[in-house]
């Protein structure tokens, strides 16, 4: 224990320079994602059949492709197309495109869940497609997404490791560099199971507050 708390102090510094790319390789991505995943879910309840068909295409190809070929992808194959991105901006957009398709999913799913008399009745009183959309049906939609929002909240903050395969010194590169470099296996990759979940426990809590107000009438 006393050769644990040693090593602790000695590799934390090194480890939360990590933690703060991770938390910024997950928020871009979140933010990235959220955008994207609202427009994908919104063209695919637009009702116009080309837009649908284009939203639920590129889902579909988003999901199908392993995130680590799109992180290679943007990182390795994107400069032979004259576009050069930073490991970082590679690590954020990739993440973030891969996790669209799924907040996609969570935002069709909370849009369709509203009671299609809703919006009959906000058309009935002149409410164009937009504005219904704005004013009923999303204020609506966030309290059925929340609780699933929370848990891709989780996943990406775990999957921002995957960030490490195109050199984004990020939490989990941070503790392969120390270990190959101490041989502490133990000590090192215990930190950062502890670290990952220290940042995950919040949110875990917050999810569980999501499912409470979302459970009550």
Do not use: C
Request: proline share 4%.
């Amino acid at each position: 224990m006393q050769s644990f708390l040693r090593d602790a102090a000695e590799f934390l510094p090194i480890l939360l320079q990590g933690v703060g790319l991770t938390l910024v390789v997950t928020f871009g991505a979140l933010v990235l994602s959220t955008v994207l995943g609202l427009v994908w879910a919104v063209l695919r309840v637009s009702g116009i059949g080309v837009l649908s068909g284009l939203s639920a295409t590129a889902v579909n190809v988003i999901r199908g492709i392993p995130i680590i070929v799109q992180l290679f992808y943007l990182y390795f194959v994107m400069p032979d197309l004259g576009v050069s991105l930073t490991a970082l901006q590679a690590a954020i957009i990739g993440l973030g495109v891969a996790y669209s398709a799924y907040q996609a999913e969570n935002f069709r799913a909370g849009i369709q869940a509203i009671d299609r008399g809703q919006i009959e009745a906000a058309q009935s009183i002149g409410m164009g497609w937009g504005l219904t959309m704005r004013r009923v049906i999303l204020p609506q939609a966030v309290r059925i997404v929340l609780p699933p929002y929370g848990n891709i909240m989780i996943m990406l903050l775990k999957d921002s490791s995957q960030a490490s395969t195109i050199t984004v010194a990020e939490l989990a590169l941070q503790g392969k560099l120390i270990a190959s470099a101490s041989f502490k296996n133990t000590s090192v990759f215990t930190l950062v199971a502890l670290m990952y979940l220290a940042m995950s426990i919040p949110l875990i809590l917050l999810v569980r507050h999501f499912e409470k107000k979302a459970g009550k009438p």
